[in-house]
């Protein structure tokens, strides 16, 4: 009865608080090894508390067994029933009374809560074993990716530092550049994953202490990853750069020296300038040539510059760098200095050649025409009749004496300027005997005309003598003052305007040589009557009305002699230039109107048909050339226009109007020829878009280059038309209240061309830099697949060498070996060549189908069909073959051996 009363006073809390709160009381948050350290804490205690709860089990068990045997109501036999399956008080196995259904549902709770919890327990703890594994891994992936980075780093660091000058040294660190970018290319899986654990860490765990240091541990990891590829990939760049300028150094030096040497001797074999014309001629060609090639080779003296610069801009810290870069400095400075010296001697010599063209031309004339002029005039003077007692006859001998005498002086005038000549090419020529030449041919022709001049001197004085009387003079007195004065009037007539017309000038200085053959026929006259006068003047008394008279009339014929002499000698000159102007004008105007005529002939011959597009092109490049050919003509005739419209008033409109004309025809020419290359080069830049991917190949980079040139070429052209748009502006007459629209439409044309050649070269110019970066990838395959080409042919090469089968043991285990070791590396050699297939195909889809790529893929795809490894597996089969033979061989004569020992010893 005891028990009765004491059961009740220990129920089970229905919540469980005895074994199903183990958490209450923790915190929220713990790190990784406090969160894993405490989850097997709680399975022990879950552990220990299950032995309680197996107790509470069996406590409830005989506690309902007491219950059910106190509630149940006795029988006849007075036994009670075994677990109430037969009381009244008991409704399919559960007991109705209340406190026993109380306690069994405690007991059923206090179960389910504590598997419930077990289960709980056991996936939490896994969950932290997986967390906790996850941390370590990514914190020992972390701290060797640091490790690795820092040595590459370092790599880099070092490599920067260096810039060398040799190709030997560029290609070995640029061999060493490309493994470190291997090994960036086979870290970057680990990289990544890397990232991702740290990154699911942080998801997982985004309130965790650690989040911040992995998020900054995954930016240290990201920044460095990519600062070290950047740099590998930066340095490889540099470093293929550097060994393309040293490969164009090195190839344009090697050129560049012996033919600078050769130009050199030819140079010292030119010999010295001639005074001879035609030889200047020849002269000046060989120079010419010259000259050419040394513009021809500029261009690859400016990539030898270039290259250099280059070069040398590079700072490099060891001694070893600085003492190449200093080999480099002085090959580029004997090679500069050679090239200078050689076209600044050249230049001089042509120069020099010009000078001493055109006055050796004049010199050599001058000489013949005073040669020929000396002779006859020697003749005449050697032809004249002895003197005479008849007045008329010494009057004859006076004029043509006097004439003589006249034409003496004016050759003494050309031989002045014989003389003048003489000096400037004797200060050409640099050679004693040249200049002794000159000196021997000026002497040949002023010996002759001094010596003529004394023989007209005194011949006129010895008739002078003859004719010394009073009646001639006063007759011959007033017969030459008649004649000035009859001479007045044309002298009052010249005026100062000339006309422009070379015959109107011509029939001019006609006029004034009748005049000038006049006054030298009465020279003789003149200069009798001076000396006459004189001899009358000494006799007759000083002081005396008669001898003031005789001196004023002696005095005024003087100064009316000498005022008609310098009148004509001026007219004469200014003539003479005039019609010399006149002429030149003439003359380049009659080569420039058939020239222009032609031009615009074969202009409107020229058509933008694509059909035709490349002869038109062709005939267009010609006929630029020809207006390049004809500037200087052009420029001569516009001189010798404004020279000639500076004497000339009469005809100066037709002139100017011609002048006009031309320019003007030559302007739009030029312009048609200029626009109609500019055309095609827009045409050959809307081909290269239209073709798309297709164009990207080698060939239309060559072709888009060589617009280039022809637009480089074309500059010139566009530079001469706008300064001849504004010299045909500045020409054109001025008049108050004329249009100017005509100025404005050349200067617009002239400008619209220029921008539309700038418009044009621009766009040539981003097409190839974009087409060759295109490109570079595809030159880089293409030398690879190359390489491996080179390669196979040198296995195949090593294939055919191979020796034939041995016949012992040895020899064939060796050419096994060999075949072996070969089929090794032809199948390394395979597999390179799959990457480049790889790539080409990976480089095809992104770029298009290009012609170069197509070719590359075919390349790679043919050298792949090659049957090496066929051959060379047949071979080792063969090989096997005869081991197999040759050791049956062997066998057979070892049990042959045994037969024949076995009787012997028996």
């Keep these: 009865m005891s028990t009765k009363g004491s059961l009740p006073s220990r129920p089970v809390a229905p919540d469980g608080t005895g074994a199903a709160s183990p958490q209450r009381g923790q915190p929220q948050h713990r790190g990784p090894a406090e969160t894993s350290a405490a989850a097997p804490g709680l399975v022990e205690g879950l552990g220990v508390q299950g032995s309680r709860v197996q107790e509470l089990s069996k406590t409830g068990s005989e506690l309902e067994a007491l219950i059910i045997d106190i509630t149940a109501p006795r029988t006849k036999s007075g036994a009670p029933h075994i677990n109430g399956s037969a009381g009244p008080s008991s409704v399919n196995g559960i007991h109705t009374c209340k406190d026993l259904t109380e306690l069994q549902v405690a007991v059923s709770e206090v179960n389910g809560r504590y598997e419930s919890l077990g289960g709980e327990l056991k996936d939490r703890v896994s969950r932290q074993q997986a967390s906790l594994e996850l941390r370590q891994k990514a914190r020992q992936g972390a701290d060797q990716l640091k490790t690795w980075l820092t040595d590459k780093e370092q790599s880099l660091r070092q490599g920067q530092t260096a810039s060398p000058s040799k190709p030997e040294a560029v290609r070995a660190q640029a061999q060493e550049n490309k493994a470190l970018l291997s090994e960036l290319a086979e870290h970057s899986g680990t990289v990544e994953e890397l990232k991702s654990t740290l990154r699911k860490l942080i998801a997982d765990n985004p309130d965790s202490p650690e989040a911040d240091s992995w998020r900054q541990q995954l930016q240290e990891i990201d920044s460095r990853w990519q600062t070290t590829n950047q740099n590998a990939a930066q340095r490889q760049t540099e470093l293929e750069t550097c060994a393309d300028r040293l490969g164009s150094f090195a190839s344009a030096a090697n050129q560049l020296g012996p033919w600078l040497r050769e130009k050199e001797l030819m140079m010292s074999v030119l010999g010295p300038l001639s005074i001879d014309p035609n030889m200047l001629t020849t002269q000046k060609q060989q120079v010419q040539f010259m000259m050419r090639e040394f513009d021809t080779r500029r261009p690859q003296f400016d990539q030898l510059t270039q290259s250099a610069e280059g070069i040398l801009s590079q700072t490099g810290d060891s001694a070893q760098d600085a003492k190449d870069l200093a080999e480099v400095r002085a090959e580029l400075g004997s090679i500069s200095q050679q090239w200078e010296d050689l076209t600044g001697r050249l230049t001089q010599r042509s120069s020099h050649i010009d000078q001493a063209q055109g006055t050796s031309e004049r010199y050599q004339a001058l000489l013949r025409q005073l040669s020929s002029s000396v002779s006859a005039l020697g003749e005449r003077l050697d032809s004249q009749a002895s003197l005479s007692a008849q007045p008329e006859a010494l009057k004859r001998r006076l004029q043509e004496t006097g004439e003589i005498r006249s034409e003496l002086e004016r050759r003494r005038t050309e031989l002045v300027e014989a003389e003048t000549l003489c000096h400037e090419l004797s200060a050409i020529v640099a050679e004693p005997y040249l200049k002794e030449e000159l000196s021997k041919r000026l002497q040949s022709v002023s010996a002759p005309l001094r010596s003529l001049e004394e023989r007209a001197a005194d011949g006129l004085s010895q008739l002078q003598a003859a004719l010394s009387s009073t009646q001639q003079f006063q007759q011959m007195f007033e017969e030459l003052r008649s004649w000035l004065d009859k001479q007045a009037d044309p002298r009052d007539s010249t005026g100062d305007s000339l006309p422009c017309q070379p015959p109107a000038i011509r029939s001019l200085l006609a006029q004034t040589e009748e005049l000038q053959r006049g006054i030298a026929s009465q020279r003789g006259s003149y200069e009798l009557l001076q000396a006459e006068g004189a001899s009358l003047l000494a006799s007759l008394p000083a002081g005396g009305d008669e001898r003031s008279t005789l001196q004023s009339r002696l005095a005024s014929l003087r100064q009316d002699w000498e005022g008609l002499n310098q009148r004509l000698s001026e007219r004469e000159s200014r003539l003479k230039n005039t019609l010399s102007k006149a002429e030149t004008y003439q003359q380049h105007k009659a080569e420039l109107i058939p020239w222009l005529s032609d031009c615009e002939e074969k202009d409107g011959d020229i058509t933008l048909d694509s059909s035709v597009l490349d002869e038109a092109l062709q005939r267009t490049r010609g006929l630029t050339l020809d207006l390049e050919r004809r500037q200087p003509l052009l420029e001569s005739f516009n001189t010798a226009a404004d020279q000639l419209l500076e004497q000339c008033c009469i005809g100066e409109e037709e002139v100017r109007d011609e002048k006009a004309q031309l320019n003007r025809r030559e302007f739009e020419e030029g312009r048609q020829a200029v626009e109609r290359r500019l055309e095609a080069a827009k045409h050959q830049i809307e081909v290269q878009e239209a073709l798309g991917p297709q164009a990207c190949s080698a060939k239309s980079l060559e072709r888009l280059r060589s617009q280039q040139e022809n637009l480089r070429s074309l500059q010139p052209q566009v530079v001469y038309l706008r300064d001849l748009a504004q010299g045909l502006v500045q020409d054109a007459p001025q008049t108050p209240g004329g249009g100017t629209e005509g100025a404005q439409r050349l200067q617009e044309q002239a400008k619209d061309t220029e921008k539309e050649y700038d418009d044009v070269t621009g766009k040539i110019e981003h097409c190839c830099s974009s087409l060759e970066s295109r490109l570079q990838g595809v030159g880089e395959v293409q030398s690879h697949v190359r390489d491996v080409f080179s390669r196979l042919a040198d296995l195949d090469d090593e294939l055919d060498s191979l020796s034939p089968a041995g016949r012992d043991a040895d020899?064939?285990?060796?050419?096994?070996?060999?075949?072996?070791?070969?089929?090794?590396?032809?199948?390394?050699?395979?597999?390179?060549?799959?990457?480049?297939?790889?790539?080409?195909?990976?480089?095809?889809?992104?770029?298009?189908?290009?012609?170069?790529?197509?070719?590359?893929?075919?390349?790679?795809?043919?050298?792949?069909?090659?049957?090496?490894?066929?051959?060379?597996?047949?071979?080792?089969?063969?090989?096997?073959?005869?081991?197999?033979?040759?050791q049956d061989f062997y066998r057979l004569v070892a049990e042959l051996q045994g037969f024949w020992v076995e009787p012997r010893r028996g």
Excluded: N, W, Y
Aim: charged share 35%; aromatic share 2%.
């Design 811 to 886: 020899s064939l285990a060796s050419q096994a070996d060999t075949l072996k070791g070969f089929l090794s590396r032809l199948s390394d050699l395979r597999t390179e060549l799959e990457g480049h297939g790889s790539e080409c195909t990976t480089m095809l889809r992104r770029e298009g189908s290009s012609p170069d790529l197509l070719a590359l893929r075919r390349e790679t795809e043919a050298l792949s069909r090659q049957a090496a490894s066929e051959r060379s597996q047949a071979r080792l089969d063969q090989i096997e073959d005869a081991a197999e033979k040759v």
